[in-house]
């Protein structure tokens, strides 16, 4: 398995869009939107409610209502804009030049103004989830040497209660806790197949049909921290495995796998 392999798996995903909109009659537009285009979309009512939303599953886009309910739509777009790397498209009422300047200059990657076109919103997100996944293939991609040189007896570590994964090259990624779970479930069976049906009955709320997206994602996410392409290999036969010296070289991987099922307990519907 290639670092072009899983790009070409990634590309092939379905972007995801996180819709924050205070109408609910608006917001349930735009994602029926989305849905019909190709997008999977979900809507959040709030900047609270986004934050948490993002904290269990990645978005390709996320598209932001200026006129939010629980506090400044600026604020909650530089929030978002820190601490998470999809890129904004903020919706405001406003025209006005200062407005928008201010938009972009708090983290907005792109703005429109109502009332919008409905296929100008479908092209102004295409283009930012095109540009977004091309930034990451080619920071991917060009790690592969560095993944090269540190080949071997490398350690990496996953750390459950920030969810951080350090690779053997320092390079770092932030994962899901539905993510978290799925790598703990390789983890604790090195070079065992570990197939859709057996994670769905360790991780209940992940379907068997959403085993391989999500095995896709988390590829990436161990690749963006320098881990190997092919840590997670694919059967054959069916289903995927972790070699078990690569399982060996996770650093604190017992203390992770205690706090993993702690986490599996408390969250019985994992979003990956």
């Known amino acids: 398995m290639t670092s072009q392999t899983i790009s070409r798996q990634f590309e092939e995903l379905d972007p995801g869009v996180l819709v924050v909109c205070g109408d609910e009659g608006e917001r349930l537009q735009i994602c029926d939107l989305l849905e019909t285009e190709g997008f999977l979309a979900r809507g959040v009512e709030t900047g609270a409610e986004a934050e948490v939303a993002l904290r269990l599953e990645d978005a390709d886009l996320i598209i932001l209502d200026g006129r939010l309910r629980d506090g400044g739509a600026m604020a909650v777009c530089r929030r978002l804009a820190v601490s998470y790397a999809a890129p904004i498209i903020m919706i405001s009422d406003s025209a006005d030049v200062t407005d928008r300047v201010i938009a972009l200059e708090v983290g907005a990657d792109d703005l429109l103004s109502r009332p919008f076109n409905s296929r100008e919103l479908l092209a102004r997100a295409r283009a930012l989830v095109r540009r977004s996944r091309a930034l990451l293939n080619a920071r991917i991609l060009g790690m592969d040497g560095a993944r090269q040189r540190v080949r071997g007896a490398q350690s990496w570590r996953i750390d459950a209660v920030t969810r951080k994964l350090t690779g053997p090259t320092g390079d770092t ?97 994992p979003a990956l």
């Open 173 to 269: 990624a932030v994962l899901t806790p539905g993510e978290v779970a799925l790598l703990y479930v390789f983890l604790a069976r090195p070079g065992q197949p570990v197939t859709g049906e057996i994670a769905a009955e360790e991780l209940p709320g992940l379907s068997a049909n959403h085993f391989r997206t999500s095995i896709v994602r988390l590829r990436r996410k161990m690749m963006k921290a320098g881990l190997e392409a092919d840590t997670v290999k694919t059967l054959r036969s069916g289903g995927y495995f972790m070699e078990e010296d690569i399982a060996a070289l996770c650093a604190g991987s017992q203390g992770f796998a205690a706090s993993s099922r702690q986490m599996s307990e408390v969250d019985r519907s």
